[in-house]
């Protein structure tokens, strides 16, 4: 009896030995051993929706609302304790209908700066300035710069009455970004929402995209 407790309270002993190394490799699962909260070079999915201002986004218009699709690969650089600094470059996809008849020179280009359906390829450039209001939540502003690329608009202003196209347009703009860094290693998630001034278009666009980013190192 006393053989078979010895054994028992050594396995014991062993299995707390055991579990208690294991624990200070893998963590709990809080992560604060694993303290996951990583930032650097990463890779970020974004998709959500977008509205335009202005006679593109009118009577003129097929649908109020679009889609946005991006794939951002940036960078996040600690500056102080407290604040970040985030550059990427992003490609993505923008949709949005317009009406069938918008296609009708004579009636309708005047009013509109949509030359049928507007699905252009976005390339752009983003910077952000963030501050960690705890160790994980994150709130700031963006600055972006895009170009429209694959789809054309009516010109606004005198040229509009002449019929002349855009074979692509730029858009400059900014907003305020919310991201927060999960437990799960590597990976955060947030939100964007962007006011851009898009040139000679006769109209303005509003982008909101939640996002999920995943940080290699």
Do not use: C
């Amino acid at each position: 009896m006393k053989k078979g407790l010895l054994l028992i309270l050594v396995f014991l002993f062993g299995f707390t030995l055991f579990a208690a190394e294991s624990g200070e490799e893998i963590g709990d699962v809080s992560g604060n051993d694993l303290n996951p909260i990583i930032r650097g070079l990463h890779l970020q999915v974004s998709g959500g929706i977008l509205a335009y201002v202005g006679k593109a986004g009118g009577d003129n218009a097929g649908s109020p609302i679009g889609s946005a699709l991006r794939l951002n690969l940036g960078y996040d650089i600690p500056v102080k304790n407290v604040v970040n600094i985030g550059i990427g470059l992003s490609v993505g996809m923008l949709q949005f209908n317009a009406n069938e008849n918008d296609a009708d020179l004579d009636q309708n280009y005047k009013n509109s700066p949509w030359y049928e359906d507007y699905n252009p390829l976005t390339v752009g450039l983003d910077f952000d300035v963030t501050w960690m209001i705890n160790p994980r939540w994150e709130f700031g502003v963006l600055v972006n710069f895009d170009y429209y690329a694959l789809a054309k608009t009516y010109k606004s202003g005198s040229d509009a009455a002449e019929g002349k196209t855009n074979n692509g347009n730029i858009a400059v703009g900014g907003g305020l970004i919310f991201e927060y860094y999960t437990f799960a290693r590597h990976f955060s998630i947030g939100a964007s929402a962007e006011f851009n001034y898009v040139v000679d278009f006769d109209g303005m666009n509003i982008i909101v995209t939640p996002f999920m980013k995943y940080s290699f190192f």
